[in-house]
């Protein structure tokens, strides 16, 4: 076919494919992927314009250019150990990235979820797929802002805003998938907490994380039926 969409999806294609060649090249370096994606997308021209010179602008795109490639090199850690750094969280708090569109009486940076979508959108041109960020800040905190106790919003989001607790879902289930009205893990209560039965995988930030919504049912068939259960660990 034709058109903006299938314009879109060939550029998307060549992106990819000199990604791909260039990281089967002999001698691949974070660099040199990083450079041939840039220049088949259109960046690299743009960064050679707005490097010219030494004003501001300059040293702004030579200051991307290398938190680009460090970000990249990270990127090939993270993907061979399965896992971001707890530092990479701490950092991210430290920049004021995370629970940007918190209240900032809760440690967040009182935004909106503009400021949400403009963090991702920036990670998704960086290639980063590693730091659980829309989960983290865009859903967990946001499920404890919306229903969350005031002592709990308290306790739980000024140290998710930093970096310190980082937050996970427990969701998706072997035999469910991400189907939630087919939920089979169940919380029971008994006295002053809950007794969770259940199996769950894929849980996004899982490795550090320190509070976990898990997905549960506490009533019947259905949606009706479904709780979050917040448990730290």
């Known amino acids: 076919g034709s058109g903006p969409g299938t314009a879109g999806l060939r550029r998307v294609g060549a992106v990819l494919a000199a990604g791909r060649a260039a990281m089967a090249e002999p001698d691949v370096s974070a660099e040199n992927v ?7 997308s259109g960046l690299a021209k743009t960064w050679e314009e707005a490097s010219r010179g030494s004003g501001p ?25 399965h896992q971001v750094d707890k530092e990479t969280w701490l950092a991210a708090g430290a920049a004021g990235l995370l629970c940007i569109s918190i209240p900032e009486e809760y440690g967040g940076g009182g935004g ?4 949400e979508a403009a963090v991702m959108w920036e990670q998704g041109r960086a290639g980063d797929d590693a730091l659980g960020y829309s989960v983290h800040s865009s859903i967990v905190a946001h499920y404890l802002l919306a229903y969350g106790s005031e002592e709990q919003k308290q306790k739980w989001l000024p140290r998710m ?3 310190e607790l980082i937050g996970a879902i427990a969701m998706t289930e072997p035999g469910t ?4 009205q087919n939920i089979k893990t169940t919380a029971k ?4 907490h809950y007794v969770i039965n259940g199996s769950k995988t894929f849980i ?6 320190g509070l976990v919504v898990v997905v549960a049912r506490t009533g019947g ?9 917040v448990a730290e660990v």
């Open 177 to 180: 998938g991400s189907d939630l």
């Open 204 to 209: 996004t930030n899982s490795s550090h994380a």
């Open 161 to 163: 805003a930093s970096g």
């Open 189 to 192: 209560r008994e006295g002053d």
């Open 34 to 40: 990083l450079w041939a994606l840039w220049e088949a």
């Open 112 to 115: 909106t979820f503009a400021h």
């Open 221 to 229: 068939e259905g949606a009706q039926g479904i709780s979050l259960i």
């Open 57 to 81: 602008a300059a040293q702004r795109a030579h200051r991307d250019l290398d938190a680009m490639v460090e970000l990249f090199k990270s990127a090939e850690r993270f993907a061979e150990q």
